[in-house]
């Protein structure tokens, strides 16, 4: 029997609404446990400290298939409520997932078992057991395209990009429940430094094929410098990072990078970070935040691992700081706007 399309993108992932549930009491419980439990409450409280330290700039790292899991609404909740004040992810969270459902497209709820083969024939993607309609995700690349077909030649770093994006989706957007939509009218920075892994690379080199001698380019470096000038700007800072990888090492290399342009700038304050990666190999993502210590990157007073996934210790640490309602009494930094006067003061 063949696999019907429409039948197999019929029920979408719906997003973990965390304003509808009480967390708080549930991860208080948690703190008298042990294990991940007992890690995850710890890690909790200090994300809720970190939101009572009006000092404090909140840089929210994602990586990982985040979005199209159902944790856009968490980040939004976040956006919403001063819980977050910069972010830094991978492109696949910001461009192929949010902008994409941005734009009016939805992931939808799939299988381990489908046949692949067969899902290649029908032209759908699998991201474990969510599934994407590959005609609409090439929408979104030529929607990407189309956005850099309308800016100035020059080279942009993906946050001054991301931001056209979010122009985009506030003139033509079709679901205006969006990641990038929200922080471009909240001014919250998005930061993307492997900008050319996701569908924006693809729409970048349709539009650099069709614009081969004047068009517009990402400067990786710009962004490294870019958010280094925001952590000198900022001083303290906490990270609040769901997995590893990229997103990771660029949110605490500026602490390092800040010493060296002659800054004299604390490690980063608060650290959490939620993964599921094993540190016996080495490799960055299981690499602990005690580690990073070492490199002087993050400071260990208030640090926390929690190895668990994502899509469950999430919603329990934001909605629990949600829930304790500390957001209430912060005001929004709008960090974009840092830049935008940055800007005219070099003009």
Not at 128 to 145: A, G, H, K, Q, V
Not at 198 to 220: E, K, R
Request: with cysteine; charged share 20%; glycine share 6%.
């Amino acid at each position: 029997m063949g696999i019907d399309k429409t039948e197999l993108l019929s029920t979408h992932v719906e997003h973990i609404d965390i304003k509808k549930s009480d967390f708080v009491t549930l991860v208080d419980q948690m703190q008298g446990t042990a294990f991940q439990a007992r890690n995850l409450a710890r890690a909790a409280k200090i994300y809720e400290t970190m939101l009572a330290d009006k000092q404090c700039g909140v840089i929210l790292c994602l990586a990982g298939s985040l979005v199209s899991a159902g944790l856009k609404q968490v980040v939004i909740d976040m956006i919403e409520n001063n819980m977050v004040d910069a972010i830094v992810s991978t492109g696949a969270n910001i461009v192929d997932q949010d902008f994409f459902e941005g734009l009016g497209f939805k992931h939808y709820q799939g299988s381990t078992h489908l046949d692949d083969m067969q899902l290649r024939e029908l032209g759908i993607d699998r991201i474990y057991d969510t599934l994407i309609d590959e005609d609409e995700l090439r929408i979104c690349d030529d929607t990407i395209c189309q956005i850099a077909n309308q800016l100035e030649p020059k080279p942009y770093s993906s946050r001054e990009f991301i931001v056209e994006m979010g122009k985009h989706l506030e003139k033509h957007g079709k679901n205006h429940n969006s990641i990038v939509l929200r922080a471009y009218q909240k001014n919250i920075p998005i930061f993307v430094p492997a900008f050319s892994d996701c569908s924006a690379g693809f729409g970048l080199v349709m539009h650099q094929v069709q614009n081969p001698n004047n068009h517009v380019s990402i400067d990786s470096v710009k962004d490294f410098r870019e958010l280094t000038e925001l952590k000198i700007h900022a001083k303290e800072t906490g990270l609040l990072m769901i997995g590893g990888g990229v997103p990771k090492n660029f949110a605490q290399d500026v602490v390092v990078a800040a010493e060296l342009l002659g800054h004299d700038v604390p490690m980063h304050k608060y650290a959490i970070q939620v993964t599921v990666a094993d540190e016996r190999d080495g490799a960055l993502s299981g690499s602990t935040l005690r580690e990073a210590c070492s490199w002087g990157k993050v400071s260990i007073v208030h640090e926390q691992m929690v190895y668990c996934e994502a899509t469950i210790a999430m919603p329990l640490i934001v909605g629990y700081a949600y829930g304790k309602k500390t957001w209430q009494n912060r005001q929004a930094h709008a960090y974009n706007q840092f830049f935008v006067t940055k800007q005219h003061e070099v003009a």
